[in-house]
């Protein structure tokens, strides 16, 4: 992992999980549908081809949230440290600020993968209005749908993360 000082810019991608089943046993245990694996697989390999190379993931221990991870992982080809977090799966916009800040200083980029409306919600809040035009117009005219990736440059230490304090890089839609 490459150590990262407090001036050295960081990378937040936002990740919403992709399409799941519409029935299980419970909420929390819906499994990604064939499309959403597939969905998540294609993010994985655009966010390799836009050179993404997380140091960690945050990632809600929800089903469909843990299999997202595990097929952007393999469409990246990328192996980190991930903390399957209960209160990601739960959190709103403040609370998934609070789990953010908690990364490890030395974290240089961190993957979230979670739910709506809450990563939606972040990924608005921490975009600071100033990024690519064309990144910008695509996650407001298609909304953070599926398989959903807003990758952002962050210059502040993770614990200082507000709102405003990203600046949108890229943002895509898996969708094999």
């Keep these: ?32 549908a064939p499309r959403g694996r597939a969905d998540a697989e294609e993010a994985g390999r655009w966010l390799r081809g836009q050179g993404v190379e997380p140091d960690a993931a945050l990632v809600s221990d929800a089903l469909r949230a843990v299999q997202t991870w595990e097929q952007l992982a393999t469409g990246a080809g990328w192996e980190c440290p991930v903390d399957y977090s209960a209160a990601l799966y739960a959190a ?14 030395a974290v240089g980029c961190l993957v979230v993968v979670g739910h709506n409306p809450t990563v939606a919600s972040v990924a608005e809040l921490v975009d600071d209005g100033e990024g690519d035009t064309e990144a910008t117009t695509a996650m407001l005219t298609r909304g953070f749908a599926t398989a959903a990736v807003a990758v952002f440059a962050v210059a502040v230490p993770w614990s200082e993360l507000e709102p405003g304090t990203g600046r949108l890089l890229a943002f895509h839609v898996g969708e094999a």
């Design 1 to 32: 992992m490459q150590q990262s000082s407090s001036d050295d810019p960081r990378t937040l991608v936002v990740v919403r999980h992709a399409r799941a089943e519409p029935v299980a046993p419970s909420d929390h245990e819906r499994a990604l």
């Design 92 to 105: 709103g916009d403040d609370s998934a600020f609070d789990l953010i800040r908690e990364t490890d200083p």
